[in-house]
Nanobody
Framework: QVQLVESGGGLVQAGDSLRLSCVVSGRTITTVSMGWFRQSPGKEREFVAALRWTGSETYYEDRVKGRFTISRDNAKNTVYLQMNSLKPEDTAVYYC????????????????WGQGTQVTVSS
């Protein structure tokens, strides 16, 4: 049974930083590609960032490129999303997701999802 648990969300001011964590159980993270998504009230879920299972290839949504960084700690079986220079429009519930290593497109079709963690950025 694969389980993803996000943490690290909170209430911050514009310009502040947060680091989200996603602990993976039931599957070694070096065998899965990982993604981060977010969803605001009344809006569809949006792709944010992804890391291929090899650990050497990343993808970012244009609005977060240069501010957010996806990374992992293999020893802790944990994936991170470092968020810098946060803006009010970054406010959302953030979800981590995983899929098998043979997938090609890392922006869609994830198999496993976490419960989400709330990030709120005030102006």
């Amino acid at each position: 049974q694969v389980q993803l648990v996000e943490s690290g969300g909170g209430l911050v001011q514009a310009g502040d930083s947060l680091r989200l964590s996603c602990v993976v159980s039931g599957r070694t993270i070096t065998t899965v590609s990982m993604g981060w998504f977010r969803q605001s009230p009344g809006k569809e879920r949006e792709f944010v960032a992804a890391l291929r299972w090899t650990g050497s290839e990343t993808y970012y949504e244009d609005r977060v490129k240069g501010r957010f960084t996806i990374s992992r700690d293999n020893a802790k079986n944990t994936v991170y999303l470092q968020m810098n220079s946060l803006k009010p429009e970054d406010t959302a519930v953030y979800y981590c997701a995983a899929k098998g290593k043979y997938a090609i497109d890392l922006r869609t079709s994830y198999e496993y999802w976490g419960q989400g963690t709330q990030v709120t950025v005030s102006s």
